[in-house]
């Protein structure tokens, strides 16, 4: 059997146009973007081309993008950068504990400068409520920084919301994309949102590059790296230029597949949600059944502990993973699981599905086939008290 790889929130594949885009600048188009001369411009041009199909896949202007390592630096740029160039105005930030760590773990360095965290509610299928967080806003409160997507359960945000409500404050307001950019329309135009934060190894783009969307009009940042000024001196550092250019293109690719891929990926979920619970008692669906990203399915199987299952899943071929991947090996219960209230025990038994483009029908009627009888044989085994 092939492998099936459903594990494309961690990582997905380079796609090979952007792996063709990016070769030229690890061999002769070697120059530096920053020298004046024909060589370090033509780069120049390369990287404006790529800032440019960034920002596109946004409809945001070029000029609001900044290049980064990927998308924890554009989280703590984010995070860190409001907070301590406005720390004269305020020192409360409002987020939930639902949130990637990089934005977690930035917060937890925030309160160590005098900061105050304060965590709006996430309900049961992990969205915020927003009239509970509009009520922790407070004239000492600088930014709110709320996931549009959660990379475990796939739940999405009503980021249109809860940014009405902050720009109503005249509160900055930033979003980690870093999980819908691509897989649904993302649109700042439309979306209220101050800062968002993106990164290119989430769609088919190289690891080790990123994107901070921020938006013309908002105090400068205070910048996490300092060196010679570039990005507008927002970003200290010579520019991964292959990176950059290989992310340019994997986001021309994926503004071009907005209007078809996310249907196709919504059915083979469906697909794979419904062989399951036809075939299997005992599975639990966590994350908004509605509004969610159209790759992801977080299951529980009463019974079966998720790593022990991912663990006979990856001997058959097929990867699958019991949480985020900057969590790995982690043996505490999930964050985002346990800010939704679901019992520890269940989360025990959770493993996430997240599908991608080289997923097709005949590997979800394989997967199907694959989990009913691990499942099955699990439960055989160590069978479930009654």
């Known amino acids: 059997m092939n492998a099936i790889y459903l594990d494309h929130n961690a990582t997905t594949p380079v796609h090979p146009d952007a792996l063709e885009a990016m070769l030229p600048l690890l061999q002769d188009d070697f120059g530096n973007p920053s020298s004046t001369h024909s060589r370090g411009r033509s780069v120049r041009v390369k990287m404006d081309i790529a800032r440019e199909q960034?920002?596109?896949?946004?409809?945001?202007?070029?000029?609001?993008?900044?290049?980064?390592?990927?998308?924890?630096e554009s989280d703590n740029l984010a995070v860190l950068g409001v907070a301590r160039a406005l720390k004269d105005k305020g020192r409360r930030i409002v987020t939930t504990r639902a949130e990637h760590p990089a934005v977690l773990n930035a917060c937890l360095e925030l309160e160590k400068e005098g900061f105050v965290i304060d965590y709006a509610p996430i309900d049961a299928y992990g969205q915020v409520q927003v009239d509970a967080l509009e009520a922790l806003l407070t004239g000492e409160t600088l930014l709110v920084s709320i996931q549009s997507a959660n990379s475990e359960v796939g739940t999405l945000q009503p980021v249109e919301r809860i940014g009405a409500v902050v720009r109503q404050r005249g509160i900055l307001f930033h979003t980690d994309a870093v999980q819908s950019v691509g897989k649904v329309p993302v649109d700042v135009q439309s979306f209220p949102v101050d800062l968002l934060s993106m990164s290119s190894h989430k769609i088919y783009g190289p690891k080790g590059v990123g994107a901070l969307f921020m938006r013309r009009g908002i105090p400068q940042l205070k910048p996490l790296l300092i060196g010679g000024g570039q990005e507008k001196k927002r970003r200290g550092g010579t520019e991964n230029i292959p990176g950059i250019v290989g992310f340019g293109r994997a986001a021309e690719i994926a503004l071009q597949t907005l209007e078809t891929e996310p249907a196709r990926l919504l059915a083979l979920k469906q697909r794979l949600r419904q062989g399951l619970e036809n075939r299997l008692p005992g599975v639990r669906v966590f994350g908004h059944s509605e509004h969610s990203l159209p790759n992801t399915l977080n299951l529980g199987f009463d019974g079966v502990d998720g790593q022990t299952l991912m663990i006979r899943l990856d001997l058959a071929g097929i990867f699958v993973s019991t949480g985020t991947a900057c969590s790995s090996g982690s043996v505490l219960p999930s964050d985002v699981l346990t800010a939704m209230g679901v019992a520890d025990e269940h989360i025990q038994q959770s493993i996430r599905i997240s599908l991608g483009r080289s997923n097709r029908t005949e590997d979800v009627d394989t997967v199907v086939e694959t989990l009913v009888r691990i499942v099955l044989d699990i439960r055989e085994k160590s069978p479930v008290p009654s």
């Open 54 to 72: 960034v920002a596109a896949l946004i409809h945001a202007d070029p000029r609001e993008m900044v290049f980064t390592s990927g998308g924890t």
